[in-house]
């Protein structure tokens, strides 16, 4: 049944609607790598193995393609969407300017504590990279970056912040690039300096001009999302 899927999870995610259940679910199984781009979802296969009813699954699937992670094609199902490099750089620059837009009324609520944390949850990331743990990596990442976003009350802001990541971070089956990761652990680094200066504006520039950079970074994003294509 779909609530033994969620036995070991805290009570309050049990009381989630179903429908919602199943999107986090899916969008799970997406992250993981156990549907990937351009494959087509077995609703069937899915609804047996939860032992749920094609409504709510419907649903989910729905509230998927609003999102943008896949799409409802007539007679043919449901397919998960294959991202583009105009569809990361659009990702990019979203998460680019909220998040530099974020951190300015914030930056004042940014105590040592928290600083203490965003330390630690980089040094997590260069223990997930040195093991090639991508998906350790990228959780850590995300955590990371909510230490600030989290103070903010504009939850329409950072709920589009959080759906352009999860794009993005999607299908980590895709391969390790070191040199990428220890760069963006340094950034980090630099990024927590300037915070402890008290340099709002030069903290917000700094996520916009370098760590959120398309330009400096385009030949990582080209090999990580399409194998250095440049015809995608």
């Not at 630099?190 to 398309?214: C, M, P, V």
């Amino acid at each position: 049944m779909m609530a033994d899927q969620f036995s070991g999870q805290d009570r309050s995610i049990i009381a989630k609607p179903l429908r919602e259940q199943i999107y986090e679910y899916l969008r799970d199984e997406m992250y993981r790598g156990n549907l990937l781009p351009g494959a087509l979802v077995n609703v069937n296969e899915i609804s047996q193995r939860l032992g749920i009813s094609k409504t709510p699954l419907r649903d989910a699937l729905i509230q998927l393609e609003c999102d943008g992670f896949v799409s409802i094609l007539p007679r043919r199902g449901v397919m998960i969407n294959k991202l583009s490099f105009e569809d990361v750089k659009n990702a990019w620059e979203i998460c680019r300017a909220l998040e530099a837009e974020i951190l300015i009324p914030v930056f004042d609520q940014l105590d040592e504590s928290c600083l203490k944390e965003m330390e630690r949850l980089t040094n997590e990331m260069r223990r997930a990279s040195e093991t090639k743990d991508s998906y350790s990596f990228y959780q850590n990442n995300v955590a990371f970056h909510n230490v600030f976003l989290n103070l903010s009350t504009n939850n329409q802001m950072r709920r589009i912040i959080q759906l352009n990541k999860q794009r993005l971070y999607d299908f980590l089956t895709r391969k390790h690039i070191s040199q990428w990761e220890e760069e963006h652990c340094d950034e980090h680094m630099a990024f927590i300096d300037l915070i402890r200066r008290g340099g709002a504006q030069e903290a917000s520039q700094y996520l916009k001009t370098n760590h959120w950079s398309l330009e400096d970074q385009e030949q990582y994003i080209r090999q990580f999302y399409f194998n250095g294509d440049n015809h995608e």
